[in-house]
């Protein structure tokens, strides 16, 4: 008896670290995107406008380098989509450019040809 409580407690112990393991993949990824981002008001577009995309944790515009760094949940999105975000917020996206009617939007200060 003593022995099939410890095989029965083994087996559904494996059973837990193979589903545990079965749910690792995609979820912690990390990209870097080249914006047009000039000043402090597109860094707060951009973060705030990232925050309400499905499967990103978080978005992180350093202004000077006018790098983004986004942490997302690839099984809920992917780098195309969050690009596409940050183009529908009116910023180029690496080679990707602002989607026209979205940039025509932005405040002056945040045109690619603004003075800061």
Same mark, same amino acid.
């Given at each position: 008896?003593?022995?099939?409580?410890?095989?029965?407690?083994?087996?559904?112990?494996? %059973? $837990? !670290?193979?589903?545990?393991?079965?749910?690792?993949?995609?979820?912690?990824? &990390?990209? +870097? @995107?080249? *914006?047009?981002?000039?000043?402090?008001?597109?860094?707060?577009?951009?973060?705030? %406008? $990232? !925050?309400?995309?499905?499967?990103?944790?978080?978005?992180?515009?350093?202004? &000077?380098? +006018? @790098?983004? *760094?986004?942490?997302?949940?690839?099984?809920?999105?992917?780098?195309?989509?969050?690009?596409? !975000?940050?183009?529908?917020?009116?910023?180029?996206?690496?080679?990707?450019?602002?989607?026209?009617?979205?940039?025509?939007?932005?405040?002056?200060?945040?045109?690619?040809?603004?003075?800061?």
């Amino acid at each position: 008896m003593k022995t099939l409580k410890i095989w029965l407690f083994s087996l559904v112990l494996t %059973g $837990l !670290a193979t589903v545990g393991f079965a749910q690792g993949g995609k979820k912690g990824e &990390e990209v +870097k @995107i080249k *914006t047009s981002a000039v000043c402090g008001m597109c860094k707060a577009t951009l973060e705030k %406008g $990232l !925050a309400y995309e499905k499967g990103v944790n978080k978005a992180t515009l350093d202004v &000077e380098s +006018k @790098i983004l *760094t986004v942490s997302y949940n690839g099984e809920k999105t992917s780098l195309d989509k969050i690009k596409k !975000a940050v183009n529908e917020l009116g910023y180029d996206a690496d080679n990707s450019p602002a989607a026209p009617r979205a940039y025509d939007r932005l405040d002056a200060c945040c045109k690619k040809d603004a003075v800061h």
